[in-house]
């Protein structure tokens, strides 16, 4: 249930009269597809599943606009609502400091601050959330005026027929023409079946189904709209009355690689059908002669580029108390830096110095590992490593992508074994269970069922009652049960796989990239022994969700391979070579080991142990010594967040249960992930060493005195914007609107065709994160800091207008840490600012108690 109560009764679109002469004598479908498709949701399959901002479309207006402009177009909550924010100022939360300085900021005068105080804290705000132009315009009025639900008679066996021919392989029984296009499958499938599928068996239906998706679209739209003025806001809504599948298929077509086993669709083929499919229900509910739905006397409604947001003073309440909200955590964030004693710089090179990924999951675990062992140093940076590659492991017949989603990956990495594995399935059970799903008869799946599935029931039976159990242990993604090679180098340019990609990389290709990391986190000297290079990835029994949990700077995908080729790269003797020719002078004893963070299960994994030269052994034992302690300490904290977790655990019962929770099937929760976020500090550890944050900060390694010019600030910026500001957007939004921005619950989420999660068996696909994945995040905006000068700040996000687009329209606050003047700047209103935090004294972040 929402927490604000959503209108009921649906509103007509306008009722302002115009001329019908206004209505264009043509109507260009295809310019109409396009203009349409950019309000659809992208996200792509679950094995890609990458965060990203809900209301992209939307980003080049400033972030309070926008999100007035999508709630008018959705019928979305914009903000928490009153009582919400009300809660959170009685509980401290909320500052009466940081509701002065919004009222300031939003132009109220002085004066007016206390009328607007009583107003946030009194005012009746009654009014409820309205439905939404998508949900309320003119496709609503065949329910409202005609009585016929076109929603209900039409998305079952929509969906039916989509997951159908999108089916990835979790069918049994594949749609027959599956190689055609969507259009033409189903053109096909009706025409050769001897059973009726209704209605697009009737004579109606089939005549459209002959024709070009384009002529039967635009035949249907005269049929069912009547005047060409409405033809795109019809479209827009019936896209929209349906959104996951919508956004689906625009992701599908605009990506075909996105899918394992590729299909040809459109959003025009599936506008077309479902169109047909409505045209045949009007014809079987109202009769043949069934008159179109516009009215010329209507009005026609902007598209969403051109809509004004209504203002309202419950809109404007909100806006209030949310920056008001965010302030309050700025502050207390920021407050830290003023009061945090700095370390001294050590003379020597530490004992060991890791790589983590920049992620707010290794924010703690870097904590717990210094304390653990001061003399060990830690970095963060991009989960990638700076290898934009498509890999392919050891076993697959497909490559895919390990890197930013916009970066575009020219290389393709191979794994391959150097010694078979030690255990295999039977082969007569394997052949079984992999044989080809249309050779399945109805005796032998009748068979198959009374056998293996007794195995099965057995086997679910110990997954539901005993988790623990080894008979149902998942693969662990720390697990490496062989061993195999990486095929990095190429040798020549000839080396070109078949989809035209260069087969790893050459020396001068390596050297730029391992050149480009070490530089970025400023380290250009004392280098240690050892350095370890450590991606991050998630395993869960209970998660379709699973890539969400993953590296997002590695699309969605675990960032082990790509710490494993940037350690491999780092230690090859040419690649010092030429790295010493960029005045980077690695030392001949550091040697490079790649390694992966479980970060549901608190496990580590390495990479080509068997390559680490025994003088470094020592070194290795103190490190992983030190990280054994440090897993330990870090699952007992995250374990104070838990609701269900026990209380006073330690670190070793702490450790068991995360395990635990991993592997069992009844657990919604298996880790919180993101939830919490809402910083990231691009600086020296230095900044922040030993600090509390919680778990909620994004720390990305940076030398402001080795970048004067914010070239290297401006290339960081590049990667952290739009991963971490995707990532927090779309937490945030997730939490505000969960019905319509989120995934609802996961409990009756079933995964449809291995590309998504509906509600039941035949709902909608689900898009955004499930409330198990935000229900205890606060919804604030990224607060990125970054410690460099203010005129080389400004140098630096000026470099990338996309960047700059972020910060310039506050989907993301901007500050920086002056080193010379040791005080924040913020960024407003196009320059920096110097920033007084309105409390002399610090509160520091309190760690969770329960």
């Not at 990231?680 to 550890?685: E, L």
């Given at each position: ?24 004598k ?47 177009l ?27 300085r ?41 329910l409202?005026?005609?009585?016929v ?14 997951s ?27 025409g ?35 005047d ?24 599908i ?9 590729t ?19 009007l ?92 003399t ?24 895919v ?11 393709v990495?191979?794994?391959y ?16 269970f ?114 969400a ?34 005045g980077l ?50 699952a ?31 657990e ?18 230095d ?13 990305n ?150």
């Amino acid at each position: 249930m929402r927490t604000e109560d959503q209108q009921i009764a649906g509103e007509s679109i306008s009722t302002h009269p115009i001329s019908s002469s206004t209505s264009p004598k043509s109507f260009d479908l295809k310019m109409a597809i396009e203009r349409v498709r950019e309000w659809l949701p992208t996200q792509g399959p679950l094995k890609d599943f990458i965060h990203h901002n809900t209301l992209h479309a939307f980003q080049n207006r400033p972030f309070h606009e926008a999100l007035a402009v999508a709630s008018d177009l959705y019928g979305a909550r914009d903000y928490l609502s009153v009582d919400e924010y009300r809660e959170l100022f009685r509980h401290g939360r909320i500052s009466t400091e940081s509701i002065t300085r919004s009222l300031t900021r939003f132009g109220i005068p002085e004066s007016d601050h206390s009328n607007w105080r009583n107003r946030l804290l009194n005012e009746s705000c009654g009014k409820r959330v309205p439905p939404g132009r998508v949900r309320s315009g003119i496709r609503g009025l065949w329910l409202k005026e005609r009585g016929v639900d076109l929603d209900a008679l039409t998305h079952p066996m929509l969906f039916k027929l989509l997951s159908g021919f999108l089916d990835q392989g979790i069918s049994i029984w594949r749609m027959p023409h599956a190689t055609d296009t969507f259009w033409g499958a189903v053109s096909r499938l009706i025409g050769e079946s001897s059973l009726p599928v209704a209605p697009l068996s009737d004579p109606i239906c089939r005549s459209l189904l002959l024709k070009s998706p384009e002529e039967a679209t635009l035949e249907c739209l005269n049929r069912i709209v009547g005047d060409s003025a409405f033809f795109e806001a019809y479209l827009l809504e019936m896209l929209f009355s349906h959104p996951g599948w919508s956004g689906m298929v625009h992701m599908i077509e605009t990506d075909p690689g996105s899918l394992l086993t590729t299909r040809k669709i459109s959003i025009l083929e599936l506008v077309a059908l479902e169109l047909v499919f409505e045209v045949g229900w009007l014809t079987r509910k109202l009769g043949k002669d069934f008159q179109p739905i516009a009215h010329a006397e209507w009005e026609v409604p902007p598209p969403p580029e051109q809509m004004v947001p209504e203002s309202s003073p419950l809109r404007e309440l909100k806006r209030v108390w949310h920056e008001a909200m965010e302030w309050t955590l700025y502050e207390e964030f920021l407050g830290q830096f003023g009061h945090h004693p700095k370390t001294e710089k050590a003379a020597e090179a530490p004992s060991v110095q890791v790589f983590f990924c920049l992620d707010d999951r290794s924010c703690s675990l870097r904590r717990h590992l210094e304390e653990t062992e001061p003399t060990i140093s830690t970095y963060g940076t991009a989960g990638f490593f700076g290898i934009d590659v498509l890999f392919q492991q050891e076993g697959s017949d497909r490559a895919v992508k390990y890197c930013p989603v916009a970066v575009s990956p020219q290389h393709v990495v191979r794994e391959y074994t150097t010694h078979p594995p030690t255990y295999q399935r039977p082969r007569r059970l394997s052949q079984i269970f992999r044989s080809n799903p249309e050779s399945n008869t109805l005796f032998r799946g009748w068979l198959l069922t009374q056998t293996i599935g007794i195995w099965a029931s057995v086997r679910l039976a110990f997954k539901v009652f005993l988790p623990g159990s080894r008979l149902i242990a998942d693969e662990r993604l720390t697990r490496i049960d062989h061993p195999t090679r990486l095929h990095l180098f190429r040798e020549s340019e000839e080396e070109v796989s078949e989809e035209g990609y260069l087969i790893g990389y050459s020396i001068a290709e390596m050297v730029d990239r391992v050149f480009g990391v070490l530089v970025s986190v400023g380290l250009g000297e004392k280098f240690s022994k050892l350095i370890v290079v450590v991606g991050h990835g998630a395993t869960s029994a209970n998660n379709p969700h699973f890539a969400a949990y993953d590296c997002g700077a590695c699309s969605g995908k675990p960032g082990s391979p790509n710490a494993r080729a940037f350690a491999l790269m780092a230690n090859d003797p040419k690649v010092r070579e030429g790295l010493s020719a960029k005045g980077l002078r690695i030392p001949s004893d550091c040697h490079f080991l790649g390694a992966v963070h479980d970060t549901t299960r608190d496990e580590f994994g390495y990479f080509d142990l068997e390559l680490l030269p025994q003088s470094h052994r020592e070194d290795f034992k103190k490190l992983d010594g030190a990280l054994q302690e440090a897993l330990g300490r870090n699952a007992k904290e995250r374990c104070e967040r838990f609701e269900l977790a026990p209380t006073g655990l330690s670190e070793k019962a702490a450790l068991r249960h995360v395990r635990d929770r991993a592997r069992s099937i009844f657990e919604p929760r298996p880790e919180l992930n993101h939830a919490g976020n809402a910083f990231c500090v691009i600086g020296r550890r230095d900044l922040t060493r030993g600090l509390f944050l919680n778990r909620r900060a994004f720390l990305n390694s940076y030398d402001p005195t080795q970048d004067r010019s914010g070239d290297v600030l401006a290339s960081i910026l590049s990667a952290v914007v739009p991963v971490c500001g995707g990532i927090n957007l779309e937490y945030l939004f997730s939490r505000v609107d969960n019905h319509i921005y989120g995934a609802g619950t996961k409990l009756p989420h079933n995964v449809v065709s291995l590309l998504g999660v509906a509600n039941g068996v035949e709902g909608d696909l689900r898009t955004g994160l499930p409330s198990q994945m935000v229900e205890v995040h606060e919804p604030v905006r990224l607060l990125i800091l970054a410690e460099q000068e203010p005129e080389a700040a400004m140098r630096a996000i000026g470099k990338h207008p996309p960047i700059f687009e972020w910060i310039e329209k506050e989907w993301v606050v901007f500050a920086c840490w002056s080193p010379s003047e040791d005080k924040p700047y913020l960024f407003d209103k196009g320059t920096m600012i110097p920033l007084t935090l309105s409390r002399n004294t610090f509160s520091p972040v309190e760690r969770n108690s329960r």
